[in-house]
Nanobody
Framework: QTQLVESGGGLVQPGGSLRLSCAVP?????IGWFRQAPGKEREGVSC????????YYADSVKGRFTISRDNAKNTVYLQMNSLKPEDTAVYYC??????????????WGQGTQVTVSS
């Protein structure tokens, strides 16, 4: 079973930046970031194909977040800029073994807390 390990969460002021990392040991089809805020449903944030690097972003993060991958390190990153209080959530990394991309990933990390507050 693929075990994903997230890191990089923390407390940041509004307008600040954080970079999340996800170590993905093994072959995957796509890797995505999801988040869940207290009292809200989990939502997809961003996704990247392991083969051609195509990406997806939720409208709420377009222009502020960037997903990237380093295949040599088996690591996926989520650079989060211009953070807002509404970005506060537990962020999860997840991986698909096959299509479709980032709809129902089979493998999940344990999550990392991101808190945006002054």
């Amino acid at each position: 079973q693929t075990q994903l390990v997230e890191s990089g969460g923390g407390l940041v002021q509004p307008g600040g930046s954080l970079r999340l990392s996800c170590a993905v040991p093994g072959l995957t089809y796509a890797i995505g970031w999801f988040r869940q805020a207290p009292g809200k449903e989990r939502e997809g944030v961003s996704c990247i194909s392991a083969s051609d690097g195509s990406t997806y972003y939720a409208d709420s993060v377009k222009g502020r977040f960037t997903i990237s991958r380093d295949n040599a390190k088996n690591t996926v990153y989520l650079q989060m800029n211009s953070l807002k209080p509404e970005d506060t959530a537990v962020y999860y990394c997840a991986a698909d073994s096959g299509p479709p991309m980032c709809i129902a990933p089979e493998h999940w990390g344990q999550g990392t807390q991101v808190t945006v507050s002054s």
